[in-house]
């Protein structure tokens, strides 16, 4: 099986906000009109609370960002082969090292420069250009484009691994959320990459 891509209907979806609905419930007398603002109350502070918490996110990311600006061009093709497969703490804690040996060292104790050495010769080198490979191992595949999005059926047998977004992009952002039709849908047997498919919903682009 090769990259394929297709194009088929997308599905559409319903979101709730809090579990909550703005409906008047179906109290008796006066508790109507106050239950309408209880629920109308919860809904706000909910969303304040959701505003703030993107907002805290965003600064992290700024901030993460500009860390790794800073870093010498050799250190951020270095942290490239590494970033897919790192948690948010373990980004940070690197880039709050103090010079490249200890970022270095840091690989080495976390574990994480192991199990990329750990990987086939091919598959680090699909690793370091950004890029899946046919017959690379699950493992390399989440150096290449991260954890995926949904899972299905067991990795070292059959699986169908889902990704959110565009093969093309998903080597340098990894599962984008806010391209909620466009997905890849990739197949392994015994462990190993068998081959993808770009999934775009009917009427994308038109």
Same mark, same amino acid.
């Given at each position: 099986m090769?990259?394929?891509?297709?194009?088929?209907?997308?599905?559409?979806?319903?979101a709730?906000?809090?579990?909550?609905?703005?409906?008047?419930?179906?109290?008796?007398g006066g508790?109507?009109?106050?239950?309408v603002?209880?629920?109308?109350l919860?809904?706000?502070?909910?969303?304040?609370?959701s505003?703030?918490l993107v907002?805290?996110?965003v600064?992290?990311?700024?901030?993460?960002y500009?860390?790794?600006q800073r870093?010498?061009?050799e250190e951020?093709t270095?942290l490239?082969?590494?970033?897919?497969?790192?948690?948010?703490?373990?980004?940070r804690?690197?880039?709050?090292k103090?010079?490249?040996? /200890?970022?270095?060292?840091y690989?080495?104790?976390s574990?994480?420069?192991q199990?990329? /050495?750990?990987?086939?010769p091919s598959?680090?080198?699909?690793v370091?250009s950004g890029?899946p490979?046919?017959?690379?191992?699950?493992?390399?595949?989440r150096?290449?484009?991260?954890?995926?999005?949904?899972?299905?059926g067991?990795a070292?047998?059959?699986?169908?691994?889902?990704y959110l977004?565009?093969?093309?992009?998903?080597?340098?952002y990894?599962n984008?959320y806010?391209?909620?039709g466009?997905?890849?849908d990739?197949?392994?047997?015994d462990?190993?990459v068998v081959?993808?498919?770009?999934y775009?919903?009917?009427?994308?682009g038109?």
């Amino acid at each position: 099986m090769r990259h394929l891509i297709d194009r088929g209907r997308s599905s559409s979806t319903v979101a709730t906000i809090d579990g909550h609905t703005l409906s008047p419930p179906l109290s008796q007398g006066g508790r109507r009109g106050v239950d309408v603002q209880e629920t109308a109350l919860r809904s706000v502070r909910h969303f304040l609370r959701s505003l703030s918490l993107v907002g805290t996110l965003v600064a992290l990311t700024s901030r993460t960002y500009s860390a790794l600006q800073r870093l010498p061009l050799e250190e951020q093709t270095q942290l490239a082969i590494y970033r897919k497969v790192m948690t948010p703490a373990q980004k940070r804690t690197y880039l709050a090292k103090e010079n490249a040996a /200890e970022r270095t060292a840091y690989l080495q104790a976390s574990g994480l420069a192991q199990r990329f /050495e750990a990987l086939a010769p091919s598959d680090r080198d699909a690793v370091r250009s950004g890029f899946p490979r046919v017959g690379m191992s699950a493992e390399a595949l989440r150096f290449v484009w991260g954890d995926p999005y949904d899972t299905a059926g067991d990795a070292k047998r059959y699986a169908h691994w889902r990704y959110l977004g565009s093969s093309l992009d998903l080597g340098a952002y990894g599962n984008q959320y806010r391209q909620f039709g466009n997905r890849v849908d990739v197949y392994l047997v015994d462990g190993h990459v068998v081959g993808w498919v770009d999934y775009i919903p009917s009427g994308a682009g038109q």
